[in-house]
T-cell receptor, first 115, second 112 residues
């Protein structure tokens, strides 16, 4: 357990429904990332926050995806109008700021199945 | 666009043997990360390499970085079954760790 907490761990939803995932970072980690991983592939970058500011966002990210990090603590990732292709594991990762060479710690992930 | 290629993608090796996993990337970067992932689990950080020539070792694993060749290696010494997992390298494509680009992973199976 790295200390990065993600909820829910598993979510099954019907196509067209909205889902929201939450990430609670390690205390005082001001850098927060969201990645998506499908079976047999490496994680794919979605977005990056430094404190409450969203500083990077993948060009591949559909406008159905939105992420927030109010107050620079926990973060949420919402997927609207889910599609079967959204089925994946959604990973949150955090790191301490200041030195960009710090270790980036991943949470246990949130599995999404869209039926 | 940064491309990160790992090889081999699949590796079966016997206990006690040595082997190397390679990670090539297509654009300049001097920060590279290695992670381990067990089936159904998240990613465990193994190494962070921050400069050309960096070498880090932990137990039976040793990682190195050659930024001029755009190559990192993960060397396994005297493999044991517990090392069976998928290993990923990830390259910092932003220069400030804002975005990592991962390889496809190397699935390692250590046979008794």
């Amino acid at each position: 357990d790295t200390g990065v907490s993600q909820n829910p761990r598993h979510k099954i939803t019907k196509r067209g429904q909205n889902v929201t995932f939450r990430c609670d970072p390690i205390s005082e980690h001001n850098r927060l990332y969201w990645y998506r991983q499908t079976l047999g592939q490496g994680p794919e970058f979605l977005t990056y926050f430094q404190n409450e500011a969203q500083l990077e966002k993948s060009r591949l990210l559909s406008d159905r995806f939105s992420a927030e990090r109010p107050k620079g603590s926990f973060s949420t990732l919402e997927i609207q109008r889910t599609e079967q292709g959204d089925s994946a594991m959604y990973l949150c990762a955090t790191a301490a700021g200041g030195n960009s060479g710090n270790t980036i710690y991943f949470g246990e992930g949130s599995w999404l199945t869209v039926v | 666009e940064l491309k990160v290629e790992q090889n081999p993608l699949f590796l079966s090796m016997q206990e006690g043997k040595n082997y190397t996993i390679y990670c090539n990337y297509s654009t300049t970067s001097d920060r590279l990360y290695w992670y381990r992932q067990d089936p159904g689990k998240s990613l465990e950080s193994l190494f962070v390499l921050l400069s050309n020539g960096a070498v880090k070792q932990e137990g039976r694993l040793m990682a190195s970085l050659d930024t001029k060749a755009r190559l990192s290696t993960l060397h396994i010494t005297a493999a044991v079954h517990d090392l069976s997992a998928t290993y990923f390298c990830a390259v910092d494509s932003s220069g400030s760790a804002r975005q990592l680009t991962f390889g496809s992973g190397t699935q390692l199976t250590v046979l008794p």
